[in-house]
């Protein structure tokens, strides 16, 4: 974090701070600092990765979806598209999360809670029930299991009629950021990145046009970090993943120019398009400098941005439509490729289908109505927003040399940094809002009672029929096939085979997410972390 070195508005005699702590002046002169003169859709790609942006063609419009069961997301997902949505995106409940049945004991009460229970091959067949893979972009909030999520998505693909090699999306897989932030991993590091790497090398081969990795800022930055821990802890755990596929014998331009990255996007407007535009510097010169990649699609950030949730308040949530619209144009004019807004509500519950709506809508509104997408990089030249990306710049690569003198990403999160540098920053957050120092509208400054609106509520129903489900299948399949894929998956296991075609072939033999979990648990192990305080 930025060190707060006392500087006073002469308006005010306040001390006036980014969120990241950076000092903000009263007003910014020119620099003296002579500035390269860049393009967009050229290295280092600060202005953006292609020439044109959103001249040529808005992002990809992709809401975060999925609740209860996969009929009901089936449902959400034709509404979405239906409501001019360009793109899919999956969220799974906590128990497909972390490789555990409906039926199984760790399960219960989780059921379709916070995303969609998806079992085996046929649940992810109902979920896509008349949508052509083919034919559209899916994202899969996945990680743990996300080998399991692609190979059923593959089957069903097949399913369709439609070859790997059709198929185009993202899973997320970035188990590094769990250690981080999240916790939603089953296996220790070491195995967790093995499977990583073949999932790059198999989609490498098989499945060309998906993104096997989204390497993400996002859950750290809700943990707590600043815009500047957000791109460097990021980047850090992207080298531990480039490194890893090298490490397989794969070739940088033969994997890189499917890596793809997913930020946060929060409030402080300036500073946030300051993130995005230092990320993608730093990301290229990092690939040209470190990895020696030769084609410029390698040199290239992609990313996802999700407007912060962390950032919405459960008191009077219409404001957080207003929160939620600053954060689009932030996102916009920091150049993202594909951008998923939270709905009003999220604060409180999973979004209603008005809301999720309203979420939509402010992105179209946002893309056709001001005018920021007329042009490639609207806010270069800012004084203060070029102040800011040299600072953030500054201090990502400080933190980047101190990580790799530790030993990387893994030694890293095993020795407790990135989480008591997150942890540091979020009291920090916290105390100011405590104090009143950050102010949060409706929450410590213009509060008011007001009736609970509407929400969206999952029952106990869906456990019921998911374990009903589960019990039907296992009736159904064919016994012999099913051991005999869940033998060679676990053999596999013991070497050092890519374990992606045998997990495709256990989905295509409905073993369910528990089964592949637990078979890779008794080959790895399951991880337990270190207390840091």
């Known amino acids: 974090m930025a060190d707060k070195k006392s500087i006073k508005s002469k308006e005010s005699g306040k001390k006036i701070f980014t969120d990241s702590g950076f000092v903000v002046k009263r007003i910014y002169q020119k620099s003296s600092k002579k500035r390269p003169v860049e393009d967009s859709g050229k290295y280092p790609f600060t202005r953006g990765i292609h020439p044109e942006m959103f001249r040529e063609r808005f992002w990809t419009m992709r809401q975060y979806s999925g ?30 999360q972390i490789g555990y049945d409906s039926d199984s004991p760790q399960a219960e009460g989780e059921v379709g809670k916070v995303g969609v229970s998806i079992t085996s091959i046929k649940d992810m067949m109902t979920a896509f029930d008349g949508i052509p893979l083919g034919k559209v972009s899916s994202s899969m909030t996945i990680n743990s299991t996300a ?41 220790p590091p070491q195995p967790s990145m093995r499977l990583i790497g073949d999932m790059i090398e198999y989609c490498a081969q098989k499945v060309p046009s998906w993104y096997p990795v989204s390497i993400s800022g996002y ?56 993130k995005f535009r230092v990320a993608r510097k730093v990301y290229a010169k990092i690939l040209k400098e470190m990895f020696h990649a030769k084609n410029p699609r390698s040199l290239q950030l992609k990313f996802h941005t999700q407007t912060s949730g962390e950032s919405l308040t459960a008191q009077q949530p219409n404001n957080n439509i207003v929160r939620v619209a600053i954060q689009t144009m932030a996102a916009v004019a920091g150049g993202t490729q594909s951008l998923h807004t939270n709905s009003r509500d999220e604060a409180l519950a999973l979004p209603t289908q008005e809301s999720a709506k309203i979420a939509l809508r402010t992105q179209q509104i946002v893309a056709h109505e001001s005018g920021i997408t007329k042009t490639a990089d609207p806010l270069a030249g800012s004084y203060y927003l070029e102040e800011l990306c040299d600072q953030i710049e500054t201090d990502v690569w400080k933190y980047l040399k101190k990580i790799q003198k530790m030993g990387g990403s893994v030694k890293a999160i095993e020795k407790g940094f990135f989480q008591s540098e997150i942890r540091a920053n979020a009291y920090r ?31 106990g129903k ?36 890519n374990l992606m075609p045998y997990i495709v072939t256990a989905a295509k033999a409905f073993a369910t997410t528990g089964e592949i979990s637990n078979t890779f648990r008794e080959v790895f192990g399951e991880y337990r972390p270190k207390e840091v305080f």
């Open 147 to 187: 080998s399991t999520l692609l190979a059923y998505y593959i089957a069903v693909g097949e399913a369709q009629g439609f070859k790997s090699h059709d198929l185009r999306g993202t899973t997320q897989n970035d188990i590094l950021k769990e250690y981080i932030a999240r916790n939603t991993y089953i296996y």
């Open 429 to 459: 957050l916290k105390k100011e809002t405590d104090d009143g120092e950050r102010i949060i509208v409706g929450v410590n400054k213009y509060a008011e009672e007001e009736e609970q609106p509407d929400l969206l509520r999952i029952g």
């Open 219 to 274: 859950h750290m930055r809700e943990a707590g970090c600043t815009a500047t821990q957000e791109v460097a802890f990021t980047l850090a755990n992207a080298i531990a993943y480039i490194q890893t596929c090298l490490d397989k014998g794969l070739k940088i331009d033969d994997f890189a120019p499917r890596l793809s990255f997913f930020f946060c996007c929060t409030i402080e407007f300036f500073e946030e398009v300051a």
């Open 67 to 96: 609740f209860g069961d996969a009929k009901l997301t089936n449902e959400r997902f034709k509404f979405m598209l239906e409501k001019g949505q360009t793109g899919l995106s999956m969220a799974f409940d906590l128990p497909t």
């Open 462 to 497: 869906i456990e019921i029929q998911q374990k009903k489900a589960l019990k039907e299948l296992r009736a159904s399949r064919d016994v012999k096939k099913w051991e005999n894929a869940l033998s060679a998956m676990k053999s596999a296991a013991d070497t050092e085979e």
